[in-house]
């Protein structure tokens, strides 16, 4: 029997100021994988899942299904429910809006649909809770993943003191996701280690309908390695009651209804990992001191959008000026940019159509 389904995940935001590896925001800009499968005719001979990708990223994507990031966190999930191969007749579609190596979530909307893909291929109906659990033996920040997951503005951790959440954080990747030789194949990596239960948790806050997001996207990648590179091993007591002030206002500022514009955009001022990586964004700080609530009626905010390049802004109007502000800011550092005005938006979806 021929099966048909279809998974979205959103991009997101992580950090949003003050929230460094703690919130995240979930934004409509979609990865989608338009999935069918067709059994072939009895004694034919087994072909690997077909991969079509479109959209962003579409010339770097690898589309061998044992190497593509997405298939590969399906392959985990299938073979830890004892499924050691892809089904026969699988054909993938991605079509990606989400721009790669911009702090946007593109990986972790990877992961999510890789874990979702599984899920729905083997029927597993696995709860919120366990597809979260595998999303983070992938992707250890919980920030990107529970957003892309469950949508909206939410709240997560990892539980690092707990047993078996230590054990899986000890669990190297390449034993969850091997980097494939150039000669590997459906036989590499066939017994991964299972996921403990309950690794993250999440709160979802509550987030105004008035409330949009200005994504400012430099024309240039950053990876989240390098990102984390610059940042010190310890900070001072100082800088961290400073974050942790402001997240405490800031998870109750956004939901708020009309927004308080001098509240937030003081409560969405950091000191752990924006000052860090200015070096890395030319025109980071001109655009997050520059522009303010005075300067652009409407404003809310600004924030270094996950680890960057691409700046946040949080406002209810005005926002093709903020952008194009911004743009000007930005350009006079060399930096040419894009942006989108973007909702915050529900979780991923998975709907299913069996012929």
């Given amino acids: 029997m021929s099966r048909s389904f279809t998974i979205r995940v959103p991009a997101t935001s992580a950090n949003i100021g003050p929230g460094f590896d703690v919130v995240g925001l979930s934004l409509s800009l979609y990865l989608t994988l338009s999935v069918t499968l067709t059994p072939p005719p009895p004694a034919s001979h087994p072909t690997p899942p077909s991969i079509r990708y479109t959209g962003e990223g579409a010339d770097e994507v690898p589309l061998d299904a044992y190497k593509n990031l997405t298939t590969r966190v399906a392959l985990y999930v299938l073979r830890c429910h004892g499924v050691a191969s892809f089904p026969p007749g699988l054909a993938v579609h991605a079509h990606n809006e989400i721009p790669f190596g911009r702090g946007l979530g593109s990986s972790g909307a990877a992961v999510v649909a890789g874990v979702l893909l599984g899920d729905a291929l083997a029927r597993l109906r696995l709860p919120p809770a366990r597809v979260l659990d595998f999303a983070l033996m992938v992707e250890r920040h919980p920030d990107n993943v529970t957003a892309a997951l469950v949508g909206g503005f939410v709240g997560s951790y990892l539980r690092e003191l707990d047993p078996a959440a230590t054990e899986a954080a000890s669990v190297p990747l390449s034993e969850v996701l091997p980097e494939y030789p150039p000669d590997a194949g459906e036989a590499w990596g066939t017994d991964p280690p299972q996921p403990p239960r309950g690794i993250g948790h999440f709160v979802r806050f509550g987030w105004s309908e008035s409330i949009k997001a200005v994504a400012i996207i430099p024309r240039f990648e950053l990876s989240t390695a390098r990102a984390r590179e ?89 926002f093709e000026s903020i952008a194009e502000d911004a743009r000007a800011i930005f350009r006079e550092k060399g930096v040419e940019v894009d942006w989108k005005l973007l909702s915050v938006v529900g979780g991923s979806s998975v709907e299913i159509n069996d012929a």
């Fill in 230 to 318: 610059v940042l010190p091993a310890s900070y001072s007591r100082k800088d961290v009651v400073f974050n942790l002030q402001r997240l405490a206002v800031l998870t109750t500022a956004l939901a708020q209804t009309p927004p308080d514009p001098e509240l937030i955009y003081e409560a969405m001022k950091d000191k752990i990992h924006q000052p860090y990586r200015k070096e890395l964004i030319p025109g980071l700080p001109e655009v997050t001191s520059r522009m303010t609530p005075a300067s652009h009626p409407g404003l809310l905010g600004i924030c270094l959008s996950g680890a960057g390049p691409t700046i946040l802004a949080l406002a209810t109007s005005g």
